[in-house]
């Protein structure tokens, strides 16, 4: 179960409303770099734990209770940024309609959906989706996808403090860009603590469970030039040298190549051929 208190996790003020930053504000809400999608992911990866890793599940959930309060936060800042704005510029909102609403900045249906209120909607009015939730069941991939997710939350949030001189606005986003910088170091802290503790990456490759003299020994660890005419090795980090796993060298080399795709003749029941 969950509960839910009156406070906001950390103060929101708005001291100058300002409709377009309102809209920019949305992508920290229902974008794809946004706080629902970390609660989302966070929140299906812990229900998704087995009982015997309670550490793991707490995390999550704790985590994924966070950036529900991030949502919060986020969505009052819409609210004040619309609801504070002069009398005047809605007068001309009405006035002028949706087409020039969203030419001043607003997002339409903050007003025509939410009585100039947060969506759960992306800067562009794109509904959330949950495409890039991700919670496959396993650990290490998980964890992988959270640092990314923080690493691109954190710099939709810088940008965003780039676009606006509000001070309460500024030390919103100062509050979420240290809360991304902390979630990229417990979940990478959580995918060392996976494995063996002096080697970071112990887990890979993910799956690190499937046995991995089943795949392709010839092509496991060479990176592939796909240019049209052969060039030599650069000798870079990926090209040369031991793996990152450790358990092999990098090479460097082309695609092997598998012949002309021979596809079978076009089933007459499908009325592929444009004529008879």
Known sequence: ????????????????????????L?????????????????LFQGMNQPPDNEQMRMLLYETAMEELGHV????????????????????????????????QGYLPRQFLSAGFGAMPEDSQGNPFSTDHVYASG??????????????????LATRL???TDDPGMKDMLSYLIARDTMH???????LQDLGDPEDAFDHLPVPDSFPQEEENQEFNYEFFSTT???????????????????????????Q???????????????????TE
């Open 256 to 274: 092997p190549g598998g012949g002309k795709p021979n596809l079978p003749s076009p089933d007459p029941r499908a009325y592929n051929d444009p």
């Open 161 to 163: 403090w780039e676009m």
């Open 26 to 42: 949305q992508q920290a809400i229902g974008g794809v770099e946004g706080e629902i999608r970390v609660f989302m992911q966070y």
């Open 184 to 190: 990229q170091n417990q979940w990478l802290a959580a």
């Open 138 to 155: 396993n650990p290490a991939g998980d964890l992988y996808a959270n640092v990314t997710a923080e690493a691109t939350g954190r710099t």
């Open 72 to 103: 919060e936060m986020l969505a009052t800042a819409v609210a004040k940024n619309l609801e504070g704005a002069p009398v005047g510029m809605r007068e001309e909102f009405a006035q002028d309609g949706a087409v020039n609403a969203a030419m």
């Open 1 to 24: 179960m969950f509960f839910h208190d009156d406070e906001l996790q950390y103060p929101v003020e708005v001291e100058e409303p300002n409709p377009a930053f309102a809209r920019m």
């Open 228 to 254: 049209k005419e052969p060039t030599d090795n650069p000798e870079t980090a990926w090209t040369t040298g031991e793996s990152v796993d450790g358990k092999s060298e990098f090479s460097f080399g082309r």
